[in-house]
């Protein structure tokens, strides 16, 4: 069974940082798109940004652009999110997930998910 667990998460001040970290359990990892999505209360989920597994070519939503680092070992089994000049607006549940479409942030071509970590920045 695949499973992924977010961590990472937590409280943090505006302009403050955080390293988000996704484990994957064993399986060809290495062959995925890894992503980040994040969902604020009362809104839908969206993706943050994405990390093909052909060539580590990266994607992020325009929000976060020049703000958000994302990263994979696949060696570890391992993505990261790391979150500089955090925002209030960035304050939601953020979740990782895998699938095989590249550059995509359409939930429905993510085929496993984390439960989440919860990101609350405070102003």
């Known amino acids: 069974e695949v499973q992924l667990v977010e961590s990472g998460g937590g409280l943090v001040q505006a302009g403050g940082s955080l390293r988000l970290a996704c484990a994957a359990s064993?399986?060809?990892?290495?062959?995925?798109?890894l992503a980040w999505f994040r969902q604020a209360p009362g809104k839908e989920r969206e993706g943050v940004s994405c990390?093909?597994?052909?060539?580590?070519?990266?994607r992020y939503v325009d929000t976060v652009k020049g703000r958000f680092t994302i990263s994979r070992d696949d060696a570890k089994k391992r993505a990261y999110l790391q979150m500089d000049s955090l925002k209030p607006e960035d304050t939601a549940v953020y979740y990782c997930a895998i699938g095989h479409w590249s550059d995509s942030f359409y939930i429905s071509h993510y085929d496993y998910w984390g439960q989440g970590t919860q990101v609350t920045v405070s102003s």
């Open positions: 990390i093909n597994s052909h060539d580590d070519s990266t």
């Open positions: 064993e399986f060809p990892f290495d062959y995925y798109t």
